[in-house]
């Protein structure tokens, strides 16, 4: 019998997997079975991540595109160009994300829109492309990445928890009108994780005893950690889950 976990034959394309929580979503789809695009901003990132999947799963089961997820026609030209790669999207994990650290009254407006745009309207245009072919074939799978921030406000971090925000909302709008299509649209809120982008936070003492005082868990998230959720919401065991977001934090959020 196969397992409801098994993706095998399912084409899955990770935004964000050049590096970072993207990459080990990636291995985690790849292990389960999922012909696998890798994606970035930087062209080169994007294949280099290919060029390790391919070794690993073969040729056939690993793509790389290359495009930027906030800006529409990028966007469509890039979701085509996955398709036309690796065969029609079963699975979109909207992960490529940004962080920008500055208070409210010093944040300059250009760099709020380019927070909203990269950690908001890009799951909107990516997810929208990728759920029209979606729809046609009868279901599909798309899984938002949010954060903490999504339920919890810090200061200096605004923009960021404002688009998360609205990216848990977005998968609540999404599934109002594509779950009747047969697509399952769900949210993975992760808490902090050690990757590139909070590398600065691991090296300050301060933020760091704070991390691990405030987490149940008394640690920082792996990579790894987002994976296994992941590749649940990506298979045919969570498909009557429908619209959530699941915080996957080692307990942050439950504590005051
Ligand atoms: P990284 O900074 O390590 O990686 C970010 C990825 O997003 C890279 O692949 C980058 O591509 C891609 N990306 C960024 N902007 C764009 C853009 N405009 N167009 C295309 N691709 C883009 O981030 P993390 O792995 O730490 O975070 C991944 C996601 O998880 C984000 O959405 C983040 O908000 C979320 N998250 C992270 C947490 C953490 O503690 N790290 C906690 C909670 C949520 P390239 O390499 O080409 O620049």
Redesign the pocket.
């Known amino acids: 019998m196969t397992s409801p976990f098994d993706l095998s034959g399912r084409t899955a394309l990770v ?10 979503l990636a291995r985690g789809l790849a292990d389960a079975g999922a012909t696998l695009v890798l ?5 080169e ?2 294949e280099e ?1 290919r060029r390790e999947f391919a070794t690993a799963y073969g040729e056939d089961r690993a793509y790389a595109v ?6 529409a026609e ?1 966007v469509q030209a890039g979701v085509r160009e996955a398709e036309e790669k690796a065969g029609p999207l079963a699975i979109l994990v ?6 920008h650290r500055v208070p409210l009254f010093d944040l300059d407006p250009t760099d709020w829109d ?1 927070v909203i ?3 908001l309207t ?1 799951a909107f245009l990516v997810g929208r492309e990728a759920a029209r072919g979606m729809a046609a074939r009868g279901g599909g799978k798309i899984i938002n ?5 999504t339920d919890l406000a810090r200061p200096s971090i605004g923009a ?1 928890t404002a688009a ?1 925000g609205g990216l848990r909302n977005l998968t609540r709008a999404m599934t109002a009108e594509w779950a009747g299509s047969g697509l399952q649209i769900n949210g993975i ?10 590398q600065n ?1 691991v090296d300050d003492p301060e933020f760091n005893s704070w991390i691990l005082s405030r987490t149940p868990a008394r640690r ?2 792996t ?1 790894e950690d ?1 994976a296994g959720p992941v590749v649940w919401l990506a298979s045919s065991a969570s498909d009557f889950v429908n619209g959530q977001t699941i915080f996957v ?1 080692g307990g942050m959020t439950v504590v005051v």
């Open positions: 935004t964000g997997s050049s590096r970072g929580i993207g990459r080990a994606h970035g901003r930087d062209p990132r994007a991540a290359a495009f930027d997820v906030t800006d990028s909207n992960n490529a994300g940004i962080q380019r745009r990269t950690d890009s990445i949010c954060s903490v921030q960021y998360k809120a992760p808490g902090y994780i050690h990757t590139e982008m909070t936070l920082w998230g990579v987002i934090d």
